[in-house]
């Protein structure tokens, strides 16, 4: 049963329209983490989260936010999505130091 | 940030065949990680490495956590068309921060 769980699988959004990514994950994990992963890269980390502490990267774009209301669930907001931010998020936990890491399946972001 | 090299950027070998790859990085790593992607899907994690000179198989992989733990490599051995895929390596030392690869693509030709 996937344990990491990122809804929706493909996301369709208007160039400057918000959009929200959602992940949920059912380990209880301390920590979440949202990667961009654009055509055959590595994936970038954007920001992560120790329980309800926000870590941004330096490099972030403001356009990117997130939210977690509680363990299970984090959210990527993209304020106003330009058609460079068209990628693949990937959404990520951690339960313990030092173990590996658990991804979700991700989501695909469209731009039109 | 932390400089993981990858190599080799892309493989095309024919089914049988055995393959390896590898990782180099200029800092220490505490936990050395290797990883599966397959094309609309996440990474799936094939082996964790924990310990400099940790030698770990998980069927036909094999991945090995370096002595100076500043690197670490990835076999497969005996590759089949399921194999196909992009495999990331990843390093861990501190702060919950995980470093990858660029990737290897593997392309298995049956």
């Known amino acids: 049963d996937a344990m990491v769980i990122q809804n929706p699988r493909y996301q369709v959004t208007q160039f400057g329209k918000p959009v929200t990514l959602s992940c949920s994950q059912t380990l209880n994990h301390n920590v979440m983490y949202w990667y961009q992963q654009k055509s055959s890269q590595a994936p970038k980390l954007l920001f992560h989260y120790y329980d309800k502490d926000f870590n941004n990267e330096a490099d972030t774009p403001d356009n990117f936010q997130s939210r977690r209301p509680n363990t299970s669930f984090c959210f990527l907001d993209i304020r106003s999505p330009g058609l460079g931010d068209a990628a693949m998020y990937l959404c990520a936990t951690v339960g313990q130091p030092n173990q590996p890491q658990h991804f979700g399946d991700g989501t695909r972001l469209s731009i039109l | 940030g932390q400089q993981l090299n990858q190599s080799p950027q892309s493989m095309f070998i024919q089914e049988g065949e055995d393959v390896s790859m590898n990782c180099t990085s200029s800092s220490i790593f505490n936990t050395w990680l290797w990883y599966k992607q397959e094309p609309g899907e996440g990474p799936v994690l094939l082996i964790a490495l924990y310990k400099a000179g940790e030698l770990t198989s998980n069927g036909r992989l094999t991945a090995q956590f370096g002595i100076t733990r500043k690197d670490s490599f990835l076999n497969i051995s005996a590759s089949i068309p399921s194999d196909v895929g992009i495999y990331f390596c990843?390093?861990?030392?501190?702060?919950?921060?995980?470093?990858f690869g660029s990737g290897t693509k593997l392309n298995v030709k049956p």
């Open positions: 990843a390093g861990h030392f501190s702060v919950n921060k995980f470093y």
